[in-house]
């Protein structure tokens, strides 16, 4: 990994190489993660809008939570990954979700991007006032529980899903 990356909001500078994150992420058929992702974006403007007003609560239908979606980004401006941030917990992204959902770009991986755009994510939980993060991985994404531990994820306990998918829930303690 070299270069400097950053997290940005979504935004129209970014169109063509967005969508062409999103493309490659849907010709590789892996699941898409964060969920956000997997909403079609040719229509930009509109896809933007909706990410825009996913953070107010008035927006929001019932049962769902403000969150953010920020992508990570190289020097040269290429997306490498996208995280989505729960503001706040409900019930079932207290048992199946937990705060932040990350995903890296399928030709990225192994690259040490995860590591980077939980620790970017984790600023932002803490600029949020959100000092006690769940994160949750699938029991066999080995990966990705590496990276939630380098990032001070404490195990808590594991679970089965709604789907009958065993996870594996981790705590990360910021000070405020």
């Known amino acids: 990994m070299g270069g400097q990356l950053y997290l940005t909001k979504p935004c129209a500078e970014l169109q063509a190489e967005y969508i062409a994150f999103y493309e490659e992420w849907k010709?590789?058929?892996e699941p898409i993660v964060?969920?956000?992702v997997d909403r079609e974006p040719y229509d930009f403007p509109a896809y933007l809008e909706f990410l825009d007003s996913e953070n107010i609560e008035e927006n929001l239908p019932d049962g769902w939570v403000p969150h953010s979606t920020y992508w990570l980004v190289t020097e040269d401006k290429r997306i490498v990954g996208a995280?989505?941030?729960?503001?706040r917990l409900n019930?079932?992204?207290?048992?199946?979700?937990g705060h932040i959902g990350y995903g890296i770009r399928p030709s990225e991986r192994r690259k040490g991007y995860?590591?980077?755009i939980l620790a970017q994510a984790l600023n932002i939980t803490s600029e949020l006032g959100i000092n006690e993060v769940l994160v949750i991985?699938?029991?066999d994404n080995v990966a990705s529980e590496k990276t939630i531990v380098k990032n001070g994820g404490?195990?808590?306990a594991e679970c089965t899903d709604e789907d009958g998918i065993v996870i594996r829930r981790y705590w990360i303690t910021r000070s405020s």
Do not use: M, Q
């Not at 995280?83 to 503001?87: D, K």
């Not at 019930?91 to 979700?97: G, N, P, T």
């Open 114 to 116: 995860a590591t980077e």
């Open 27 to 29: 010709e590789s058929g």
């Open 137 to 139: 991985c699938d029991h």
């Open 83 to 87: 995280v989505n941030i729960r503001h």
């Open 34 to 36: 964060p969920w956000v």
């Open 154 to 156: 404490v195990f808590e």
């Open 91 to 97: 019930e079932r992204l207290r048992k199946y979700s």
